[in-house]
């Protein structure tokens, strides 16, 4: 695999063979699933067809999610091994702009993997604190960081409806949360999350799979370029639709993509 270094600045492609990089290296580490490669390029395949860009309806989904979030009582931030690695640094901004925990919540789970996620979100915790604040964000930068929770390895929480260890979750973090973002989720897990009450917010290149078709509000828009523009939402403050059409949101999504195609 090459070396980052090697990539000049100007490849028009330069953002994805990052993304890449980061998965392999990643996959190397023992933090993600044995199909982490096989979701992410499938993900790839429907970024091109979306033009790799965040496009209009993404933005006015993200903006809905922001609003969401903002307004929620407990909000969480489910985190995969996927999502940790392409948009880890991301999140944990959102986190501390909204005082939300992050979970690490994984759908191949072991216990190598949740504590190396763990240890790897930490650091990434720390390496946050020490940038500059956001732009327009005012506060204690390092202390509002280091106070976000890494939740996940308590296991003290149950998904009702979910059997096996995918219901497994932490009371303070999913079991309790009005409003959940959960990039890169899974169908059914989405499915019962809904069902118990809770707003569902997903993230999904493809606006066809069950996670993007049974979620409150689908942002089809690639997890790192997503996390960045909803740190500068929640910033700014956008107000929620009450009469969200998520259905409708799909069908822009798959007009993206198949006005892409006709060029
Ligand atoms: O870390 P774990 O154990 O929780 O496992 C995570 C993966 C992603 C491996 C697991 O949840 C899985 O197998 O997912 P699927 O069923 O392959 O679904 C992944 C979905 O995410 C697909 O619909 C992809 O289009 C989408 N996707 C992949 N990469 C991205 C993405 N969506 C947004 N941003 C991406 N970068």
């Known amino acids: 695999m090459y070396n980052l270094a090697e990539i000049p600045k100007s490849h028009p492609r330069r953002k994805s063979l990052i993304s890449r990089k980061k998965i392999v290296d990643a996959t190397k580490n023992g933090l993600l699933a044995d199909s982490a490669m096989i979701a992410h390029g499938r993900g790839e395949a429907f970024d091109y067809l979306l033009g790799e860009k965040t496009s209009d309806i993404a933005k006015l989904s993200i903006k809905e999610s922001a609003a969401r979030l903002k307004s929620a009582k407990n909000p969480v931030i489910s985190v995969n091994g996927n999502t940790a690695v392409l948009a880890g640094e991301s999140l944990i901004r959102v986190a501390a702009v909204l005082r939300c925990p992050i979970e690490i919540n994984i759908y191949y789970r ?154």
């Open 110 to 263: 072991t216990p190598e993997r949740m504590e190396k996620l763990h240890e790897f979100l930490k650091l990434q915790q720390f390496k946050v604190s020490k940038e500059q604040k956001p732009e327009n964000w005012f506060g204690d930068w390092e202390n509002t960081v280091m106070s976000v929770k890494i939740l996940g390895k308590e296991e003290d929480g149950k998904i009702i409806g979910l059997e096996g260890p995918r219901s497994i979750c932490s009371s303070e973090g999913i079991e309790k949360a009005d409003v959940i973002l959960v990039p890169l989720e899974d169908g059914d897990r989405c499915e019962v999350l809904i069902a118990l009450g809770k707003e569902v917010i997903v993230v999904d290149l493809n606006p066809l799979s069950r996670s993007a078709q049974m979620a409150t509000v689908t942002v089809v828009d690639d997890v790192s370029r997503m996390a960045e523009l909803l740190l500068k939402y929640i910033i700014q403050g956008t107000s929620s639709d009450k009469n969200w059409d998520n259905e409708l949101a799909l069908k822009e999504a798959l007009k993206v993509i198949s006005d892409n195609a006709a060029r």
